[in-house]
């Protein structure tokens, strides 16, 4: 399964029709964690997010939704974005009004703990960013 998810994100980043790579860790989800023999996939993929000038989204989903109740991608994922310099943006794969920006608050305060202090957003596939205030809220 894993070795399929890194081929379909690989085919994504290189289409060029998306700013954002989402879900990267999706196949969690149903209790499938990365295994460790995937860290160099992960590597690769990363690296390529960041020569593409995409950004990596920070799903708070996966905290309500997967079997390990975590954000994703998961905090070793995370780890390797940063080490990439690679940018990030916050999504709460909300269902309904009520779970936008759900878990944003502890979610921020990771991220911040981590060395970022900002979000990426998007008007007509124009990247700016948006600050964490001292408090750890956008």
């Not at 954000?71 to 940063?82: D, K, N």
């Not at 990439?84 to 309904?96: E, F, H, Y």
């Not at 990771?110 to 596939?125: D, Y």
Request: some cysteine; proline content about 6%.
């Amino acid at each position: 399964m894993w070795e399929r998810y890194w081929r379909e994100m690989e085919a994504l980043i290189e289409s060029g029709l998306c700013d954002i790579a989402f879900h990267f860790d999706l196949p969690k989800k149903p209790g499938f964690p990365m295994p460790d023999d995937q860290m160099d996939h992960a590597i690769h993929i990363m690296d390529q997010i960041h020569n593409k000038g995409m950004v990596l989204e920070v799903n708070t989903g996966g905290i309500d939704r997967s079997a390990d109740r975590k954000t994703y991608p998961s905090l070793t994922i995370l780890r390797l974005a940063r080490e990439k310099g690679v940018d990030i943006t916050l999504g709460s794969d909300a269902r309904c009004p009520a779970e936008v920006g759900r878990h944003f608050p502890e979610t921020i305060q990771t991220l911040c703990s981590m060395g970022w202090n900002r979000v990426a957003v998007f008007q007509k596939r124009m990247k700016t960013f948006i600050p964490f205030l001292s408090n750890g809220a956008l």
